[in-house]
């Protein structure tokens, strides 16, 4: 057997045995902040308050696009978080297939196609991901979708996907002018029509249809010119070496040889993705903070053009890169296997729900957890319950106000929080759980 067939072997069983390792983690518990904080808490409050929008600043992202979360809605209420994870699981998937289908088109065989599916695939970002309610896979997956269309020259199917993309995050407004500067302005009204709605909520309870941005309080947030700068010249070290998410060890030496492929080829498809890999990568290191997930539905262009260079070095380069790639590929595994420890005692059934979230509480700050079942055994369910000192949601058992938003011409039964001076509270404190979070049973004057 020739030693790229080895490889080829080696890679498809590494990217099927991580396809399982994700799935596994579909069936756990949530434990990402940003999911926690307004993913799956703006979806589960809708059905317990049939609720758009709450103002007041804790769930501002809750008049942002919401395309991913409406999916969510009815998925939590059958399945709670399992069925938004598997949302981002088929995302990773669907992604993964797309650009098998994009290399083929443009010629690459099924072990260069394979290469640029786990380059993506095989990241420690996408794994996570895999197993969480973010919606950066299921973004980009609606941005891959659309590459694939204006590839294909079907414009108007691949704007539609756009306008898709831009109801579930703003920052997709940033791969429309990316896209239409690649492929024509024809893509623009398509786009802008779809995700139409998203700016005309912002607008109806804002008054800012892309809010929040433009916001005082993103002010902090304004990129620093020089900073970026430095970050987009230095975009390979960045990306391999992010300030947040990892992604894997080879993701810099990806975006050089997609670089490189402009100058190698003469396929002016290639030639789109690498403006397309090139200017994300710019676009995602100039935003203030930058982060590797800004990257996620670029790294698809760069993953194919990178490995179109690659397939046209001579064979004694290929060997080593294959080498480098495939050790690559085992150590994020690697890491991934340790990462997912943590859930064993819980998938074996020896940790409840609560005792698991009890044990990682150190690493979910702000986070409500019943860890005693308190709430749940002891608070009537019709209660009228206000929140406050806490930031991420989620797992609170039953329908709530929290202060930032909370009507103050109601009279609340009970408060829960935590760090508060029970002397300045009007009630008794009733319970303090393991976690410290207090509750109250408020007295009406």
Not at 148 to 158: D, H, L, Q
Not at 246 to 275: A, D, E, M, T, W
Not at 279 to 292: Q, Y
Not at 344 to 372: A, C, V
């Amino acid at each position: 057997m020739d030693f790229s067939k080895i490889i080829y072997k080696l890679n498809l069983f590494l990217l099927f045995f991580l396809i399982i390792l994700n799935l596994f983690t579909v069936f756990s518990p949530e434990i990402g902040f940003d999911a926690l904080w307004y993913h799956l808490t703006l979806p589960r409050l809708w059905l317990l308050k049939h609720q758009w929008y709450f103002p007041g600043g804790l769930l501002y992202y809750s008049v942002m696009p919401r395309l991913t979360e409406l999916i969510y809605i009815p998925l939590i209420s059958i399945s709670g978080s399992i069925g938004p994870k598997m949302i981002q699981f088929l995302s990773g998937i669907g992604t993964s297939y797309i650009i098998y289908k994009i290399s083929s088109k443009l010629g690459l065989n099924k072990l260069f196609s394979l290469l640029a599916v786990n380059i993506f695939y095989i990241t420690w970002l996408v794994s996570w991901q895999s197993g969480s309610a973010y919606i950066d896979l299921f973004r980009t997956f609606l941005e891959t979708f659309a590459l694939y269309f204006f590839i294909e020259n079907r414009k108007k199917t691949g704007a539609l996907f756009l306008g898709l993309a831009i109801g579930t995050k703003w920052l997709s407004l940033g791969s429309l002018a990316i896209y239409t500067l690649v492929f024509g302005l024809s893509i623009l009204p398509i786009s802008l029509f779809v995700s139409l709605p998203w700016f005309l909520i912002a607008y109806h309870f804002t008054g800012n249809p892309v809010y929040p941005i433009f916001e005082p309080f993103l002010n902090q947030t304004t990129p620093n010119l020089l900073s970026s700068i430095y970050r987009i010249l230095c975009a390979p070290y960045f990306l391999t070496f992010p300030f947040d998410d990892f992604l894997s060890p080879i993701i810099g030496s990806v975006l050089i040889f997609s670089s490189l492929s402009i100058v190698f080829s003469k396929n002016q498809l290639i030639r789109k993705l690498v403006i397309i890999a090139g200017l994300g990568a710019c676009f995602s290191l100039f935003l203030n903070p930058p982060s590797s997930r800004f990257f996620l539905p670029y790294l698809p262009a760069a993953s194919i053009s990178g490995v179109y260079f690659i397939s046209i070095l001579p064979n004694i380069f290929k060997k080593y890169i294959y080498i480098i790639f495939s050790a690559s590929f085992i150590l994020v595994i690697c890491l991934r296997l340790i990462a997912i420890q943590k859930y064993i005692p819980y998938w074996l059934g020896r940790e409840t729900q609560n005792l698991f979230l009890t044990k990682m509480s150190p690493k979910m700050p702000g986070t409500f957890i019943d860890s005693d079942n308190f709430v749940i055994d002891h608070i009537p369910a019709n209660s009228r319950i206000l929140i406050n000192n806490l930031h991420n949601l989620y797992y609170f058992p039953l329908n709530f106000d929290h202060s930032s938003w909370a009507n103050n011409s109601i009279q609340y039964d009970y408060l829960i929080s935590e760090k508060e001076n029970p002397s300045k509270i009007n009630g008794d404190l009733i319970h303090t759980n393991s976690l410290g979070i207090q509750v109250f049973k408020l007295n009406h004057d």
